[in-house]
């Protein structure tokens, strides 16, 4: 049975990212730093119908990946989203070097090191898609998420270079960079503000993670086999590329 394997999945785009995945018949591994949210939405999956396992671990740490891939040794991952994420805001006088790391060890290395487990069997077998979650902000930039938009940049650059080197055989990589989306990192945020965001947008209203879901479904469905190194974004209009 084919598998997809979901990161940051406990919550927003990632939890339905996994739940969309699922609905189109993939086995989910449902990563999430914490091991809560991961059985739960691991849970709600198998009480809809269909066959997830939670994968605690962080992303960004060589050992919790190596957890993850024992997880799903057993199965043939066709499917990597790299969803895993955190967010800092501050204005970049004010960010500390340690803050910056973990910014780019989550987004950046973590990225880097699934596509290196997962990879090789993907090439060996000569066929997989990976799907990595960026953001409006690493092709505009975001005032106080500097280090966030640099992070997301980078995972954009990543995918565009890879997919170069490996499309020719058989694995397709693309990237996802959503607008403002209603998660609950936004939905905590003052109305106001708000309501003064969706008015800039074409669109006129923030996303819902199901939508972003959708991109990553498409992408990884055979209606998306033309899309390579490419970065679809579902952001209202807010960047049109």
Known sequence: MSTAIVTGAGSGIGRAIAHRLAADGY???VNDINAGPAQAVAAEISRSGGRAVPATGDVSTEADVEAIAAIARDRTVDVLA???GHVHQARFENITPAEFDRMFAVHVRGTYLMMRRFLPAMLERGSGVIVNIASQLGQIGGVELVHYSGAKAAIIG??????REVSARGVRVNAV???PIE???VIALSEDWRKRKAAELPLGRFGTPEEVAATVSFLASPGGRLFVGQTLGPNSGDVML
């Not at 990543?158 to 997919?163: N, P, V, W």
């Open 27 to 29: 086995d989910l591994v």
């Open 82 to 84: 790299n969803n895993a």
């Open 158 to 163: 990543m995918t565009k270079a890879l997919a």
């Open 177 to 179: 960079a959503p607008g």
């Open 183 to 185: 998660t609950p990192l």
